[in-house]
């Protein structure tokens, strides 16, 4: 009996190693995803707090210098923010290109996998036929030796 061999083994090789190099680039787009929106969640957080700080203050009373320094401060923070808001936006766009790129090798990869199936059930399929030949052959040999007898 022959060995099965997939004549496009070496294609479905490549493609699902760039499948899996692609997946670790999606992997790592989150994990940068992540991180910059804790950023950002985190200076959110931040600028809140010190409106929140402010406002108590301001109900204490505060110098014109303290409101002067906590305007300065919330201002920077805005900066900060938009700064990072953009690296977000950023971040998610690359994220969900590499999404798209892992769904496109996914489904190459599937592809050929699928070809694969298809090929060894003919290939199965014509294993049996020539297996079913020669068990004729076989009999009728020995038929054939009987009658000589």
Known sequence: ???????FAKVLNIREQEKSETELAYKESVHMFEKVATKLYELLKKQEDT???QNNRLTAGLSIDQVHH???YIEGLQKRIDVVQKEVIQARS????FEEKLVEKSL???K????????FEQFRQEQQRLETIQLDEISSLKFQNKEIR
């Open 112 to 119: 050929f996998e699928k070809m694969k199936e298809k090929d």
């Open 1 to 7: 009996m022959v060995a099965y061999q997939y004549k």
């Open 70 to 72: 906590y305007s300065n």
């Open 94 to 97: 690359k994220m969900n290109w």
């Open 108 to 110: 190459e990869v599937r």
């Open 51 to 53: 409106v929140d700080a």
